[in-house]
T-cell receptor
Framework: QKEVEQDPGPLSVPEGAIVSLNCTYS??????FMWYRQYSRKGPELLMY????GNKEDGRFTAQVDKSSKYISLFIRDSQPSDSATYLC???????????FGKGTHLIIQP | EPEVTQTPSHQVTQMGQEVILRCVPI?????FYWYRQILGQKVEFLVS????????KSEIFDDQFSVERPDGSNFTLKIRSTKLEDSAMYFC???????????FGDGTRLSIL
């Protein structure tokens, strides 16, 4: 079983829609969770960083962590064409710094 | 906004040669990392570096690889005896402390011929 599973998509939605992106993981030691956005030929750009279960909101983005289900989500409200990118989830246990990434979901926002 | 910078953006090297990839982390960050992304695959952790020594490394980071902080600003990844399968994007990242968010550069695309 892969450590972090993420549907690669592509996921295509109309502008203004609410987008839901998800990852599941198998390692219960993971405690820190991140979402990165990656545009073509660019490095991952940090969007959200969370520790512990629950929700965290930043502007149009909400990150949700459910440790009991080993499931994390990123919601994007009022999606814009500029949100079109690959979204990567990443996670790490405490006292370790190497991130384990999902494969990324390719998101397309149609104008 | 401070950022991680990497040079060169694209490196082409003959198989068997040595290559050095360079990174300038964010200035007040203390932890430095290298990752790689083979085309179509996940971003994979290689190594983390703190206080002038390796703090963690993955199975990928074998004797072919080494890292160095030669001065107060640069962080380098050396790959010896390059192989075709070393072709990938290599990303440098830095964080202020361990388990703090990591910020990535735009990567070096390494092509081994």
């Amino acid at each position: 079983q892969k450590e972090v599973e993420q549907d690669p998509g592509p996921l295509s939605v109309p502008e203004g829609a609410i987008v839901s992106l998800n990852c599941t993981y198998s390692n219960s030691a993971f405690q820190y969770f991140m979402w990165y956005r990656q545009y073509s030929r660019k490095g991952p750009e940090l969007l959200m960083y969370t520790y512990s279960s629950g929700n965290k909101e930043d502007g149009r983005f909400t990150a949700q962590v459910d440790k009991s289900s080993k499931y994390i989500s990123l919601f994007i409200r009022d999606s814009q064409p500029s949100d079109s990118a690959t979204y990567l989830c990443a996670m790490t246990p405490p006292r370790m710094s190497g991130l384990t990434f999902g494969k990324g979901t390719h998101l397309i926002i149609q104008p | 906004e401070p950022e991680v910078t990497q040079t060169p953006s694209h490196q082409v090297t003959q198989m068997g040669q040595e290559v050095i990839l360079r990174c300038v982390p964010i200035s007040n960050h203390l932890y430095f990392y290298w990752y790689r992304q083979i085309l179509g695959q996940k971003v994979e952790f290689l190594v983390s570096f703190y206080n002038n020594e390796i703090s963690e490394k993955s199975e990928i980071f074998d004797d072919q690889f080494s890292v160095e902080r030669p001065d107060g600003s640069n962080f380098t990844l050396k790959i010896r005896s390059t192989k075709l399968e070393d072709s990938a994007m290599y990303f440098c990242a830095s964080s202020r402390r361990g388990n703090q968010p990591q910020h990535f550069g735009d990567g070096t695309r390494l092509s081994i011929l």
